[in-house]
């Protein structure tokens, strides 16, 4: 700070005594002092124009040579600005975070200026919405969403509730549908998010059918049940006729039996954790006693008219639940009598795979399955022949259970069908669950 008036009043100085030197009379010492001031206020205004005009347009880097009180000034700015690039640094990376955050979201996310233009969106939502996140930015988000639902519900500017809209890969049979909310900030600006909510109204329309398809399975027996109970009560029956509707009963209370069975083994299912490899059990035992229980069944419905026949296989130990793993082999077997008539060739077995897995398998000669039932097959209640099921008992539950017993033991089930010439169900286990004797 004292250096630049040091320097006035050198050049002041200076100039007195060049006037001093070179001129004549009184007045010369005066004129070369303001001669020599006049020359610093040249030069310190040269130094101020060098130091503003970097300030406005210099680089932090290549701060102009200068000196006295304005190197100061450069030095203090160049500090000032390099600690305003490192907050600006992190404040863009902090940006970036938070940006990719968003873009990583689940969720659809798209920010609207008051003229309801696209400001930012990140991937997810565009994919919902069907336009691009990147070429479609600034254009009016109603240009690019034509819903008439969403139209309604952008204009009307009450946002308390959602609204649920096809996304952009609905397609019949194959539904999707978007929940949009918007919340108002700012100066008018309008935060979009959207959310795919097809899984939980698929979810929903499930339990829905779920309570409807057991209400209606039970209710069935239940009414023939009630039926004969009520003529039991008020009409005079012989002992044969007494004894033939109490053995129609016994089926029904059976089937209710079987139905409410079915139901609870569904859910510890899904509600236990999956069985240790620490318990063991032979291959072989449970193919005889799954057979054992078919050829049961097909005494009660063909008078044991099916031929059921067991493939040989080199004997090994399965690591799992003995419980689940015959319940899933008798339901295979038990669905392969249901529904091929009398007379029909089954053939069950297991088979050692060449990964160290084992696969159990059913084959049977029936009518077959069209291709348009395969994907449906382990859905709750499902039939494909529903008549023919309630006749021989079945309650539509267990290729559900099958499906759920073999993904507990790691392994999956898999169904190949042919209209008129049979079916082959089959159970993989991984080599993990298999132990070669």
Not at 212 to 241: D, K, M, W
Not at 301 to 312: C, K, N, V
């Amino acid at each position: 700070m004292i250096r630049r008036p040091l320097e006035l009043l050198a050049l002041t100085l200076s100039g007195g005594l060049v006037g001093i030197w070179l001129g004549e009379g009184e007045a010369a010492p005066l004129l070369g002092s303001l001669a020599g001031a006049a020359l610093w206020i040249i030069l310190d205004n040269i130094r101020a124009a060098r130091v503003l005009a970097w300030l406005r347009h210099g680089h932090a880097a290549r701060p102009p040579k200068t000196s006295a009180v304005w190197a100061e000034v450069v030095e203090r700015a160049r500090k000032g600005f390099k600690l305003l690039n490192r907050k600006a640094r992190k404040s863009d990376a902090r940006l970036q975070e938070f940006l990719a955050a968003i873009q990583a979201s689940p969720n659809g996310v798209v920010l609207l200026d008051r003229h309801a233009a696209i400001e930012w969106c990140n991937f997810t939502a565009a994919q919902h919405l069907g336009f691009d996140s990147k070429r479609d930015l600034h254009q009016q988000i109603r240009n690019l969403v034509r819903d008439p639902v969403f139209i309604e519900f952008l204009n009307r500017g009450d946002y308390s509730r959602s609204v649920e809209i096809d996304g952009r890969d609905a397609m019949p049979g194959h539904p999707q549908r978007i929940s949009i909310n918007i919340h108002v900030y700012g100066k008018g600006r309008r935060l979009m998010l959207t959310r795919d909510v097809t899984a939980l109204e698929q979810a929903e329309a499930m339990r829905r059918d779920f309570v409807a398809n057991v209400s209606h399975e039970i209710r069935t027996p239940l009414t023939v049940v009630s039926g004969f109970i009520e003529t039991l009560l008020n009409l005079p029956l012989s002992p044969e006729e007494q004894r033939q509707y109490l053995q129609l009963m016994d089926v029904q209370a059976q089937r209710m039996q079987g139905l409410v069975s079915d139901l609870l083994m569904l859910s510890r299912l899904e509600g236990s954790p999956a069985p240790g490899g620490t318990e063991w059990v032979s291959a072989q035992a449970l193919l005889e006693q799954a057979l054992g229980e078919a050829q049961a069944l097909s005494n009660v419905i063909s008078g044991g008219q099916h031929q059921l026949m067991a493939e040989p296989c080199e004997p090994f130990d399965i690591a799992g639940a003995r419980s689940e793993l015959a319940s899933a082999m008798s339901n295979l077997l038990n669905n392969a009598v249901r529904h091929t008539p009398a007379g029909s060739v089954v053939r069950a077995g297991w088979r050692l795979c060449s990964d160290g897995g084992a696969e159990f398998f059913v084959q049977d000669n029936g009518p077959g399955i069209a291709p348009e039932h395969l994907p449906r097959l382990t859905e709750r209640f499902y039939r494909v022949d529903r008549s023919r099921s309630r006749e021989t008992g079945g309650t539509g539950l267990g290729l559900a259970i099958v499906k759920h017993v073999a993904q507990r033991h790691g392994g999956q089930m898999h169904v190949e069908s042919t209209v008129g010439q049979g079916s082959t169900f089959t159970i993989t286990l991984p080599p993990s669950r298999v132990l070669v004797a």
